[in-house]
């Protein structure tokens, strides 16, 4: 029982010290309808299956909906990066959020601290509605 223990804690530093940096960036602008948003939440997340999502960077869209994150984590797997936006568009007095989320596809992901490559997302027209779009409500 102790080998297997120790065998265990061996494989997971191991595990820990071959984990490698990854990095990745994401740009784009936000509307609502026809006008630039600004101060939208946008965040970058690595999105986990066992544990917990690891929050990459942060930030808000600038006043002309303009917006550039980019950062990075240690995995042992490819990270799964996804852009996460909050923001009110078309009802700025509600008391939720609406959330979309936009997966970074896998050729944006680089094995280093720093990206090589930056993913453009365009204009998005926060008020369609997608698949993707749910409610996150404050307490």
């Known amino acids: 029982m102790q080998q297997l223990f120790g065998t265990l804690i061996f494989a997971a530093l191991i595990a820990s010290i071959s984990a490698g940096i990854q990095s990745t960036a994401v740009t784009g602008i936000l509307?609502?309808?026809?006008s630039p948003y600004p101060f939208a939440t946008v965040e970058l997340w690595d999105k986990d299956?066992?544990?917990p999502d690891d929050l990459m960077a942060n930030g808000t869209s600038e006043h002309d909906g303009g917006?550039?994150?980019q950062g990075n984590q240690s995995e042992l797997t490819t990270i799964d990066p996804e852009l996460r936006i909050f923001h009110k568009c078309g009802d700025p007095?509600?008391?939720c959020y609406k959330q979309i989320i936009i997966e970074i596809p896998d050729d944006f992901?680089?094995?280093?601290e720093k990206p090589q490559k930056i993913y453009q997302v365009h204009t998005i027209d926060l008020k369609?509605?997608?698949s993707t779009e749910s409610k996150?409500?404050?307490?």
Not at 109 to 112: L, P, R, Y
């Open 136 to 139: 996150i409500c404050e307490e």
């Open 93 to 95: 007095t509600a008391k």
């Open 31 to 34: 509307i609502c309808g026809k």
């Open 49 to 51: 299956t066992l544990d």
């Open 128 to 130: 369609v509605v997608t």
């Open 67 to 69: 917006f550039f994150l």
């Open 109 to 112: 992901v680089t094995a280093d």
